[in-house]
């Protein structure tokens, strides 16, 4: 089955700098790539979602990236600001359904 | 906020015992998906209700069992409560099944099992 590792498990920047998180998936199948920010005491919210027929997507200062033949994608978070702070999760799946999660990274960011 | 609820927020429950757990999809949302969070962990997903029949299931024993109302609102039903089975239960209602719909997550119940 699907299987998503994710990387770094923490992150710390400054106010302003780039963040960058990784992930790779083993389902050449999955044709899906959410991204979730988790805050504390609270459920996973879309931040970004890309499908397996783009390569890169953007919203203001959020940015995927996805790589169809590494099997890879990435978030990057551009003009971090303490607001940014929370886990992220990426998932992957195969038409939106099952999504299998990765172990999360928490993003620190300090003034 | 997503319009995916849950209750109850919080539960304590004994080894054992059997929970149930509720979730009510956004407006419109006709498939209903239930996932299980551990402490540090990612979501693992437990199943999928579309249209009140199961439709998919990830790697969860018999216990953990689901129902999807006519108005496509879901329990998560879990039986013989275990100290592991203590997590964040987390539903998520997305437009159908099966084809390009977003899934959007509800505030979670935090279930402790003593």
């Known amino acids: 089955g699907e299987n998503v590792e994710q990387h770094p498990s923490t992150l710390s920047v400054q106010e302003g700098d780039s963040a960058v998180i990784k992930c790779t998936y083993s389902?050449?199948?999955?044709?899906?790539f959410p991204w979730y920010k988790q805050e504390l005491g609270k459920g996973p919210q879309l931040i970004i979602d890309?499908?397996?027929?783009?390569g890169e997507k953007k919203d203001q200062r959020i940015a995927v990236t996805l790589n169809k033949t590494a099997k890879h994608f990435s978030l990057h978070i551009t003009e971090t600001q303490p607001e940014d702070s929370a886990v992220y999760f990426c998932?992957?799946?195969?038409?939106?359904?099952?999504?299998?999660f990765g172990t999360g990274t928490r993003l620190q960011v300090f003034p | 906020e997503t319009g995916v609820t849950q209750s109850p927020t919080h539960l304590i429950k004994t080894r054992g015992q059997q929970v149930t757990l509720r979730c009510s999809s956004q407006?419109?949302?006709?498939?209903v998906s239930w996932y299980q969070q551990a402490l540090g962990q990612g979501p693992q997903f437990i199943f999928q209700?579309?249209?009140?029949?199961?439709?998919g299931r990830g790697n969860f024993p018999p216990r953990f069992s689901g129902l999807q109302f006519p108005n496509y609102s879901s329990e998560l039903n879990v039986n013989a409560l275990e100290l592991d089975d203590s997590a964040l239960y987390l539903c998520?209602?997305?437009?159908?099944?099966?084809?390009?719909?977003?899934?959007?997550f509800g505030p979670g119940t935090r279930l402790t099992v003593l």
């Open positions: 998520a209602s997305s437009l159908s099944a099966g084809g390009s719909d977003t899934q959007y």
């Open positions: 389902d050449s199948a999955s044709n899906y």
């Open positions: 998932a992957a799946s195969i038409n939106t359904d099952k999504l299998i």
């Open positions: 407006s419109g949302h006709n498939t």
């Open positions: 890309i499908r397996s027929n783009v």
């Open positions: 209700y579309y249209r009140e029949e199961e439709n």
